[in-house]
């Protein structure tokens, strides 16, 4: 991608790139030679928003699956005052793709394998569009994992009776130090695990809230009320879509937080307090990304490094602070600048801004009188479980679709370590072409997608292990049992 006016130094080195974003002022437009490709895309400078920048080049990187583009700055653009916030959108834009993509390599398989085994729970057990506005005027709190739920979480031990705490599954040890129970806990991490969320926790939530891609096991927490899932924003889902299965009203959100502040929206809660919600590093102290009581083991596999120099966001008390989730914090404020005026409230003593919220220091937070007590209100929530008449004609259409490629599978499986890379990734291409067997595949699908490009990559031991995860795929949603000698993912 090129930014700013062309120079002769620029024309030459462009000659070797097949494609081009350009970024640009109407006016040099006209210095685009004759002699090289139309850009791609043309994006006018000044961008207003960050929007514009991320929509194009996500749009623009689809050409290459594995590859960011280079990024060239004419001489015009280096002198331009503008220059520094162009440039800082666009790495910006390009490091949340390349988070997106290394998370789908790390996370694709372990994201469709609890997504299948939890399909049945997911088909009957959803969250119910009748909820909408349930606990209208109630106020709610959501509890986040941020470095300040040490200082906001006291604050509950006197108001929890009159507002609904929502809660990530990472905060709720920390809310039960304070003697507090959620009444929505939110798990949507496909990593996160029930016994290292809830150490210490003697008094269960009311009502969980799970993704359809967290861990299964999670279906045998103890609650009060019920659990119910929420729909992530799956190839799978959109697939299951067809079948009847429609998306839930609150999708699965980049964290706990954000979705448990969906799902208090979609519930009617007012006002809405912020808990934990820091978006960022404890700038003294850049190794704390959580509250001091969160277990360690939740994180040690974030690859999250701690002496990198981390990007810097507006803040609360400070002009930046740094943060390690970028993109989420810019999800969120995107989201948020949509919501009414004067419904947010972000209590909390240091973190990054966030838009549309109002900022309370935990010193000055009271909860407001009035209101009535959320207990009945609580109890009038009911869950509505699907009936096996209507679930099985769904599980049906999935087996039928994975048995009908299960031995093409198992023959991929059986071969790749002699037939080698070339044949494997041939083979994987005929087995997409199937577009009910990918979607069903879905986060798989994606994550195997950017290595049926050429060249071919991977050693074999690589196309062994798609092979393997592909294989454990198809007979989970086949219903078949796997190989007594199958490996272990």
């Given at each position: 991608m090129v930014v700013g006016r062309l120079s002769a130094a620029t024309l030459g080195t462009l000659r070797a790139y097949k494609a081009v974003l350009w970024l640009v002022d109407s006016a040099g437009r006209a210095s685009w030679p004759t002699g090289l490709p139309t850009p791609a895309t043309i994006v006018d400078l000044p961008v207003a928003d960050q929007t514009t920048i991320s929509e194009a080049l996500d749009h623009f990187v689809r050409r290459d699956p594995r590859c960011l583009p280079t990024v060239l700055v004419t001489q015009a653009a280096a002198v331009d005052p503008a220059c520094p916030d162009v440039l800082g959108q666009i790495n910006s834009a390009?490091?949340?793709?390349?988070?997106?993509?290394?998370?789908?390599?790390?996370?694709?398989?372990?994201?469709?394998?609890?997504?299948?085994?939890?399909?049945?729970?997911?088909?009957?057990?959803?969250?119910?569009?009748?909820?909408?506005?349930?606990?209208?005027?109630?106020?709610?709190?959501?509890?986040?994992?941020?470095?300040?739920?040490?200082?906001?979480?006291?604050?509950?031990?006197?108001?929890?009776?009159?507002?609904?705490?929502?809660?990530?599954?990472?905060?709720?040890?920390?809310?039960?130090?304070?003697?507090?129970?959620?009444?929505?806990?939110?798990?949507?991490?496909?990593?996160?695990?029930?016994?290292?969320?809830?150490?210490?926790?003697?008094?269960?939530?009311?009502?969980?809230?799970?993704?359809?891609?967290?861990?299964?096991?999670?279906?045998?927490?103890?609650?009060?009320?019920?659990?119910?899932?929420?729909?992530?924003?799956?190839?799978?889902?959109?697939?299951?879509?067809?079948?009847?299965?429609?998306?839930?009203?609150?999708?699965?959100?980049?964290?706990?937080?954000?979705?448990?502040?969906?799902?208090?929206?979609?519930?009617?809660?007012?006002?809405?307090?912020?808990?934990?919600?820091?978006?960022?590093?404890?700038?003294?102290?850049?190794?704390?990304?959580?509250?001091?009581?969160?277990?360690?083991?939740?994180?040690?596999?974030?690859?999250?490094?701690?002496?990198?120099?981390?990007?810097?966001?507006?803040?609360?008390?400070?002009?930046?602070?740094?943060?390690?989730?970028?993109?989420?914090?810019?999800?969120?404020?995107?989201?948020?600048?949509?919501?009414?005026?004067?419904?947010?409230?972000?209590?909390?003593?240091?973190?990054?801004?966030?838009?549309?919220?109002?900022?309370?220091?935990?010193?000055?937070?009271?909860?407001?009188?009035?209101?009535?007590?959320?207990?009945?209100?609580?109890?009038?929530?009911?869950l509505t479980e699907l009936e096996t008449a209507q679930v099985e004609p769904v599980l049906a259409r999935v087996r039928k679709v994975a048995s009908a490629r299960l031995c093409d599978v198992e023959r991929v499986a059986a071969e790749v370590g002699k037939a080698g890379p070339a044949h494997a990734q041939q083979a994987f291409r005929e087995l997409l072409k199937d577009d009910d067997f990918a979607r069903l595949m879905g986060a798989f699908s994606l994550k195997l997608m950017p290595h049926l490009f050429p060249p071919v990559t991977g050693d074999n031991a690589f196309w062994q292990t798609m092979a393997a995860e592909c294989l454990e795929l198809t007979r989970l949603a086949a219903d078949k049992p796997p190989d007594a000698g199958a490996a272990e993912h």
């Open positions: 390009l490091r949340s793709i390349r988070t997106a993509r290394v998370t789908r390599q790390l996370d694709g398989f372990p994201w469709q394998k609890h997504l299948l085994t939890n399909l049945e729970n997911y088909v009957r057990h959803r969250l119910p569009a009748t909820w909408a506005g349930a606990l209208a005027g109630c106020p709610a709190v959501i509890c986040a994992a941020g470095p300040s739920l040490d200082v906001t979480a006291p604050l509950l031990k006197n108001s929890a009776h009159r507002a609904v705490i929502f809660s990530a599954d990472s905060a709720l040890g920390a809310l039960a130090r304070q003697g507090v129970a959620a009444d929505f806990a939110v798990t949507v991490d496909v990593s996160k695990v029930p016994d290292k969320c809830l150490a210490g926790v003697t008094d269960a939530p009311r009502w969980l809230a799970m993704a359809n891609l967290s861990p299964p096991v999670w279906s045998q927490t103890a609650v009060k009320d019920g659990r119910f899932f929420c729909s992530s924003r799956q190839v799978t889902v959109d697939w299951l879509a067809g079948l009847g299965v429609v998306p839930t009203a609150v999708p699965v959100g980049d964290n706990c937080g954000a979705t448990a502040l969906a799902l208090a929206r979609f519930l009617g809660c007012s006002p809405i307090y912020l808990f934990g919600m820091d978006q960022a590093l404890d700038e003294h102290n850049q190794q704390r990304r959580h509250h001091q009581a969160v277990s360690a083991e939740l994180y040690s596999q974030s690859g999250f490094k701690a002496d990198i120099q981390h990007p810097r966001v507006p803040g609360n008390y400070a002009p930046t602070v740094p943060t390690h989730i970028e993109a989420d914090w810019q999800s969120l404020n995107d989201t948020l600048v949509k919501w009414p005026q004067g419904l947010v409230y972000n209590v909390i003593d240091r973190g990054a801004r966030l838009t549309n919220t109002t900022l309370v220091a935990p010193a000055d937070w009271v909860l407001p009188e009035g209101g009535g007590t959320k207990a009945d209100r609580l109890a009038s929530l009911r």
